[in-house]
């Protein structure tokens, strides 16, 4: 099933503020970008994206946002496949463990949520003692448009 990627713009900020952290005008700028991002960004992404809403955003404030970001669980920090070479990618951390699938000729990724996945993670859980606390599957192949 499709993965539906939706976030509550304010979200992040608000769970910051509950949590004591200092909200700053380029933070709120960095939380927007991707609070409202529509596919996965990189940092490069991510900083070009605020120096819109605020040109004075520096390289270091996003990748200490980032890193605040993944402290508290927010996002999480994906390589997808390598497909960018060693880019790094961050994605909302939203409620569901949800699997990539990625085209390994256009680069396409694409979402989706599996009752399967879930079972699997169960069973791993049962055979190997382990509470799984999170889960990645990254799957690499060829999208319909590229099998062609």
Request: with cysteine; charged share 30%; hydrophobic share 35%.
């Amino acid at each position: 099933m499709p993965f539906a990627n939706t976030e509550i713009p304010g979200r992040f900020q608000a769970l910051l503020a509950e949590r004591g952290i200092r909200m700053t005008g380029q933070r709120r700028a960095i939380l927007n970008v991707i609070e409202t991002a529509k596919k996965h960004l990189d940092a490069s992404q991510i900083l070009r994206r605020a120096r819109k809403l605020d040109p004075a955003i520096d390289r270091s404030t996003v990748y200490r946002t980032l890193d605040l970001l993944k402290r508290h669980g927010l996002i999480d920090e994906l390589d997808l496949m390598h497909l960018d070479g060693e880019a790094h990618y961050y994605e909302r951390k939203l409620n569901r463990d949800h699997i990539h699938m990625a085209c390994l000729r256009c680069g396409k990724i694409t979402e989706f949520v599996s009752d399967l996945f879930e079972t699997l993670k169960v069973q791993i859980e049962k055979e190997c003692g382990h509470r799984i606390v999170v889960a990645r599957l990254e799957i690499g192949g060829y999208c319909s448009r590229c099998q062609t």
